[in-house]
């Protein structure tokens, strides 16, 4: 099989895997309906389709791929869950320091010394790359650490409010 995993978006589509194999006749099925197979036995290829994932959780399906007198080869296929963004109770300033940034950056939050707040930082889809818990200061240093150049999404949330600001690297 040309590979043995795929990850799917959330909002699905289709990908097509080449079988090598010398078999006249062989199988694949999947164990998730959210999955649907198509095989071209003649060109030893096969579609995989996945549906639009709905849900919060990441799924997964397995494919198994079978012929006559040899062993079964199994692909794992993920799909991607949708990403939630909280309820907004209210606004409170964020600065974001230098941006865009090189090795690091600072948040400013001014009015919220004393205050429990998480701060996350997100791709451009969404996905959570970081997110920690801190408590008490207004002003907050973040590391580039591995981040790759580009914009990011930065999310901080207190009993009180939510903001987001971009940054950029």
């Not at 964020?94 to 950056?105: A, E, H, T």
């Amino acid at each position: 099989v040309s590979q043995d995993s795929h990850t799917f978006d959330t909002s699905g589509g289709s990908f097509v895997f080449d079988v090598f194999t010398s078999l006249s006749s062989w199988n694949a099925v999947s164990d998730q309906s959210w999955l649907t197979l198509v095989l071209d036995v003649a060109n030893n290829k096969f579609t995989a389709t996945a549906s639009k994932n709905t849900e919060s959780t990441p799924r997964q399906a397995i494919i198994t791929l079978s012929g006559d007198n040899v062993g079964d080869v199994l692909i794992v296929v993920m799909q991607d869950g949708v990403i939630s963004i909280p309820e907004i109770k209210g606004e409170l300033e964020l600065f974001v320091y230098p941006n865009p940034f090189d090795q690091y950056f600072f948040l400013y939050l001014p009015g919220t010394k004393g205050e429990y707040k998480i701060v996350s930082l997100h791709d451009m889809n969404g996905k959570v790359l970081f997110s920690r818990e801190y408590k008490g200061d207004e002003l907050i240093k973040m590391d580039r650490n591995e981040l790759a150049a580009g914009m990011y999404f930065i999310r901080v949330v207190t009993d009180q409010a939510f903001m987001q600001k971009i940054v950029a690297y």
